[in-house]
């Protein structure tokens, strides 16, 4: 027992301080085919919380971290803990992803590359650019942090709150002085570069008699605001006088309003589930530059631009026998990106980019078996996702409006697999393709051939406290 309980907190200790943060996503919901409807899960779990505040009433008293070696999935941290009475707490940290998805980063990248490109009109005097510089293209912020609040008013009865921040902040303060003929040129570059999104979000889960439902509200205002300042002083006699100049960038307007609903309903052995997901969002830049003395600042403004995302998915999760699940998903999303001049004219048009996948198709299984070796339980998994897409285009505001589409385009089936082993409040997942499968890393050390994998691991405080979305099955099981 003391031998399982050191490998044991061994292997919590080293999952823990190798964790990264990122998307909405554990071992579990990645082994069955991820059924998702954009950032919704169909099926009740833990990491519903990235869609759902009111998880963190639900999924309670209770830590889960995911790690994954895939950049654009390295995973997140979630612990939520009752306080007092009805009252739970909770934090979750992971990569931030509210300014990509929003689709505000591109907007921002896309101008940068416009003002960059611009011909601005240099000053009289003399300066050390003459033209629009605010140094280097930021980054997207790299980490957002949730702080949830929630109530666990009765078995049917959740609220939840979640209060969050995505930023990135850079400051620039730098002298630079060469010794010349005559005397010594002193250069000081002046600036900052922030990048921020500061939401709040809002919402219930409730039983209806047998009926389920989950309700999401969410409001994130998005800002960018950078500036650039050069000066160079001369002590050189007769030299030139140089003349500051000052580059600008920053956003006009940054909304994103997402909101989210999902029903359940057993049904004999099947538990339906229908979710949909819409989310809109809006963003604006300007760019400005004041040159060397004797030229105004110069201004120049961005497009409007937009995006719609709307989906829906239905979910037939079904119980073959107390230990086996079987889920099957069909799912239906399209994105519109907006770009929209001011004014529409002939030779300005709004155009709008479409991206629509009809349907997804998502097959999984989850088995489990009970008081296997030195194990309370013991979950199998595995789960694929077959995707049909095509790419369309809209422009209005010419002669006539335009319209164009591909053809509809399968994309190869996506497998996956998992395991899960639970040893008393320790439940440990892991999920990666059929042909990774390489030894289990933290006891091998060889680890996953691929980039695919990801790891979970949940520990709950004081037993079995735990909710709907992580008892046993046929229940909705651990991870």
């Known amino acids: 027992m003391m031998k399982r309980m050191i490998l044991t907190t061994a292997a919590v200790v080293a999952l823990m301080t190798s964790m990264a943060f990122s998307q909405n996503a554990n071992a579990r919901i990645d082994a069955i085919g991820s059924p998702k409807v954009d950032s919704i899960n169909l099926t009740d779990d833990v990491s519903d919380v990235f869609a759902f505040p009111s998880e963190v009433a639900k999924s309670t008293d209770m830590a889960q971290g995911v790690a994954g070696a895939n950049p654009a999935n390295p995973g997140y941290v979630y612990a939520s803990k009752s306080i007092v009475g009805p009252l739970c707490l909770g934090f979750l940290f992971n990569r931030g992803d509210v300014i990509a998805n929003s689709g505000f980063a591109g907007g921002y990248s896309d101008y940068y590359g416009t003002?960059?490109?611009?011909a601005f009109t240099p000053g009289a005097g003399t300066s050390i650019n003459n033209d629009w510089n605010i140094g280097s293209q930021s980054t997207d912020p790299t980490d957002a942090g949730h702080l949830l609040l929630?109530?666990?008013l009765s078995d049917v009865i959740n609220i939840g709150v979640d209060l969050f921040r995505e930023a990135s902040n850079y400051d620039i303060n730098s002298t630079h002085a060469q010794t010349v003929p005559g005397g010594i040129l002193t250069d000081k570059e002046e600036g900052y570069r922030n990048y921020s999104a500061l939401g709040f979000g809002a919402g219930a889960d409730l039983k209806l008699g047998a009926l389920g439902l989950k309700a999401?509200?969410?409001?994130?205002?998005?800002?960018?605001?950078?500036?650039?300042?050069?000066?160079?002083?001369?002590?050189?006699?007769?030299?030139?006088?140089?003349?500051?100049?000052?580059?600008?960038?920053k956003s006009t307007a940054g909304m994103y309003l997402p909101i989210a609903l999902r029903v359940s309903l057993p049904v004999s052995s099947h538990l339906l589930s229908v979710a949909g997901r819409y989310s809109l969002s809006s963003n604006a830049f300007e760019a400005s530059y004041t040159p060397a003395s004797g030229t105004a600042t110069q201004v120049i403004k961005s497009d409007k631009n937009s995006r719609t995302v709307m989906g829906l998915g239905l979910l037939d999760e079904y119980s073959v026998a107390q230990s086996t699940k079987i889920f099957m998903a069909v799912i239906l999303t399209r994105t519109a990106n907006t770009t929209t001049p001011d004014p529409v004219d002939m030779d300005n048009t709004e155009d709008t980019d479409y991206n629509t996948y009809m349907p997804i198709t998502s097959l999984g299984v989850e088995h489990v078996e009970n008081n296997v070796w030195k194990f309370d339980k013991i979950y199998l998994r595995a789960g694929g996702t077959k995707r049909y897409g095509w790419n369309s285009s809209l422009e209005k505001g010419g002669a006539t409006d335009i319209a164009e589409s591909d053809e509809p385009t399968p994309l190869p089936f996506s497998w996956r697999t998992g395991v899960g082993f639970v040893v008393g409040n320790f439940d440990l997942s892991l999920s990666m393709n059929p042909d990774e499968w390489n030894g289990v890393y933290f006891l091998s050390g060889a680890g996953p051939e691929g980039t695919a994998g990801l790891v979970t691991l949940t520990y709950r405080f004081g037993g079995e406290s735990s909710p709907p979305s992580t008892t046993d099955v046929p229940a909705m099981p651990r991870m």
Do not use: C, K, W
């Not at 003002?115 to 611009?118: P, T």
């Not at 998005?222 to 100049?245: H, I, L």
């Open 150 to 152: 929630g109530l666990h």
């Open 216 to 249: 999401s509200l969410a409001y994130v205002n998005m800002g960018y605001d950078a500036q650039m300042t050069f000066n160079r002083t001369s002590t050189v006699a007769a030299a030139p006088v140089y003349n500051q100049e000052i580059s600008t960038l």
């Open 115 to 118: 003002a960059s490109g611009f």
